[in-house]
């Protein structure tokens, strides 16, 4: 049976359904703000520069959290 809950580090909140966008969306949200990863999902931080090998490693791996998130509860819908 497939789990209807989408549950991380942070907490856990229902898989994205056709009735419960706004709890969803204030969910996951919340749980790429505490992953630092919410700047990076919107586009409003700034990627590192070229050089700065330790800020880029840092950003790709608060990217892919925040690809994580996402696409681990977006599954759910695409399946249903």
């Given amino acids: 049976m497939e789990s209807t ?11 994205l359904n056709d009735r419960n966008y706004h709890s969803w969306k204030c969910s996951l949200k919340a749980f790429l703000i505490a992953e630092e990863a919410f700047g990076i999902v919107t586009g409003t931080e700034a990627p590192p520069n070229a050089g700065a090998t330790a800020q880029l490693r840092d950003c790709r791996t608060r990217s892919r959290m925040g690809l994580w998130c996402a696409l681990s509860d977006a599954g759910a819908v695409a399946r249903a």
């Fill in 5 to 15: 809950k989408f549950t991380c580090k942070h907490g856990s909140t229902e898989m």
